[in-house]
């Protein structure tokens, strides 16, 4: 019984921690924009489909280097192609829609998963690829039957550091308040000095390149990557940011691992409960019956108070 | 009360740090500001006084950048800066302290001051500039930590100065910095304003307080319904019948 628990934990742990590093990039964007960038699922999916034919051509024109040279390949290209798709989004998109009235940026934001979608499908085809098993997927035991593999433990150190990295970037260094005080006022950050429209791109940017690992990490768990396969990280990052209360970086991340931890849990358990009737492939239920509820008792979301001007 | 001790400087052979000319704002299809002229000389303290709604605010934002002209021409140290972006102006020199003090709220005051000093780089100058301001404003450094949005308001306008004069501005904009706080802290921020110019800024001032303002000022100018009315030295308008009646609430 503790073995499943352990187990769902580890697991919810793995997918909760890729659900904040995407969930980072809601609510950076929303913080300072007040845009549901709902295409930043599909940069996702640009991540883990450039780090794939990046590997693959390294590995056909260099052989035999050991694996985790390939994957680092794949994540160093993966990231600044990200990037530059964040900037360029923004750039030909969203920054011409700031004072439009806020539904027209919203559906841009949709149109422009679509023309990701579709570019990738373009690209890539319609078919799953396999992803290369660079890094090992054999389960290693921890405790008697409770299991986690390189690639699980891979996912969670990696995201750590990136929020730690996000987090330090953030409240600790001159661009980082340049970016919390434009996303408080843009007209007096700009009387401060600061260039708002590249502290904006930088913040797509830098969502962009958290969802390139991301992408990578997501394919590498699952070994298999699809133009589509942005979607539902996409939905589940953004409910996490919602959770945790949007435009709140700590509030991503605490509602990612929450939201990783309840589904894994619910998935482990929901047979039991249900005697049967459910199975563990309605996991999904549960991340949106507790948001429901969040959201009915606090609207703000988990940390979303601290937001509010007196802190 | 203190009264202005410097005289008016009254030939000027060099040029204006900043011209209006002929100047027009609007939002939308509304002018609120319907064509000024207005300048500033280096090391002076001018203000610009008027009614509720006369276009004092658009004014500055304008010279600061926020809003764009819609007719005029707008120089400053001989150069056309109306297609520059407010942080540009900001890094030529033209500061702000905007109407309702624009205080980052969620930040700490330290945080805020430190944006004031975002376009510069000399760290150890600005560690300099720091002290000073915590000298000139106590009050604020016993807040450092604290969040800015639960300072007091005259904490807030005083940090709303300190962070501007963080930039080094050779211009400052101050917009109705008295509104709302006790004669105590009018008398300080005047004291402030007292020392900027003394270290050679030149300050375009906007008040409600119309004679104090004038009182402090080598020049005025008064403004209504978005055209400039009248303009001279702060005696000569203090003097002005007109101008007694209608903004320093005097019958005549
Ligand atoms: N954002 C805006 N949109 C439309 N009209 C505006 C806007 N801001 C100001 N106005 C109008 O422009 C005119 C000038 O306003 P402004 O704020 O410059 O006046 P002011 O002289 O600063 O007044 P006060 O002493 O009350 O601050 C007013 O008629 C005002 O209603
Ligand atoms: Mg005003």
């Known amino acids: ?65 050991p694996p985790v ?36 940026p919203l559906i841009t934001a949709i149109g422009v998963s679509f023309l990701l979608q579709t570019l990738a499908m373009i690209i890539w085809g319609r078919s799953y690829h396999s992803y290369p098993q660079l890094i090992s997927t054999a389960p290693l035991q921890i405790f008697t039957g409770v299991f986690v593999t390189p690639v699980q433990l891979l996912t969670i150190g990696l995201s750590a550091a990136l929020m730690l990295a996000l987090v330090v970037l953030v409240t600790r260094t ?7 005080a434009t996303a408080e006022n843009h007209r007096i950050a700009g009387l401060m000095g600061v260039d708002t429209n590249r502290i904006i791109a ?49 509030g991503a991340m605490v509602g990612g691992v929450v939201l990783g931890l309840i589904e894994a849990i619910g998935a482990g358990y929901i047979e039991t409960w249900t005697g049967g009737w459910l199975n563990s492939s309605y996991q999904d239920i549960f991340a949106f019956i507790i948001l429901g509820i969040v959201l009915i008792f606090r609207p703000t979301g988990l940390l979303g108070e601290r937001v509010a001007d007196r802190a | 009360m203190l009264i202005w001790g410097a005289p008016t400087m009254l030939v000027k052979d060099v040029s204006p740090l900043l011209r209006l000319r002929d100047v027009k704002i609007a939002y939308g299809q509304i002018q609120a500001v319907k064509g ?21 605010t658009t004014t500055l934002n304008a010279i600061a950048g926020t809003l764009p002209l819609a007719g005029g021409a707008l120089t400053y140290c001989d150069e056309d800066i109306a ?10 020199g033209i500061a702000l302290v905007p109407e309702g003090r624009g205080i980052f709220t969620r930040l700490t005051v330290e945080e805020n001051l430190r944006m004031g000093a975002y376009s510069r780089s000399d760290d150890a100058e600005i560690e300099a500039d720091m002290e000073n301001v915590y000298r000139m404003l106590p ?5 450092l930590a604290q969040v800015a949005g639960t300072l007091s308001g005259g904490e807030q306008q005083m940090l709303a100065i300190g962070r501007a004069l963080l930039s080094r501005p050779k211009l400052l904009l101050l917009d109705e910095p008295s509104m709302g706080l006790a004669p105590l802290v009018v008398e300080k921020i005047f004291e402030v304003v007292q020392t900027v110019l003394k270290q050679g800024m030149t300050v375009l001032l906007v008040e409600q307080n119309a004679t104090l303002a004038l009182e402090f000022s080598q020049r005025a100018y008064v403004m209504d319904g978005g055209k400039i009315t009248l303009s001279g030295t702060g005696e000569e308008l203090l003097r002005n019948p007109k101008v007694r009646e209608a903004y320093l609430g005097e019958a005549v």
């Open chain 1, 174 to 180: 001159k661009l980082g308040r340049a970016m919390r």
């Open chain 1, 202 to 250: 930088l913040t797509f940017i830098i969502g962009s390149g958290l969802a390139a690992v991301a992408g990578v990490m997501i394919a590498s768990n699952y070994g298999v990557a699809h133009y589509s396969m942005g979607f539902t990280p996409g939905i589940k990052a953004f409910t996490a940011a919602v959770l945790g209360g949007i435009g709140n970086l700590a």
């Open chain 2, 139 to 143: 009050r604020v450094k016993e807040r």
């Open chain 2, 36 to 56: 000024i002229d207005l300048e500033l000389h280096a090391g002076e303290l001018v203000s610009l006084i008027g009614a509720n709604g006369a276009g004092k």
């Open chain 1, 1 to 65: 019984m503790i073995q499943t628990l352990l187990q769902q934990i580890i697991n919810g742990l793995v997918v909760g921690s890729v659900y904040a590093v995407v969930a980072l990039g809601y609510t950076m964007v929303y913080g300072i924009l007040g845009l549901i960038n709902f295409a930043h699922g599909d940069i996702v999916m640009v991540g883990a489909l450039t780090a794939l034919s990046s590997i693959l051509f390294l590995q056909e024109a260099i052989p035999g280097l």
């Open chain 2, 83 to 92: 297609a520059l972006p407010a942080h540009k102006r900001l890094r030529a």
């Open chain 1, 69 to 104: 040279i390939y994957f680092l390949f794949g994540l160093l290209v993966a990231i600044p192609v990200c990037m530059a798709v964040g900037y360029t989004m923004e750039r030909a998109a969203y920054r011409r829609l700031r004072n439009a009235p806020r539904l027209a």
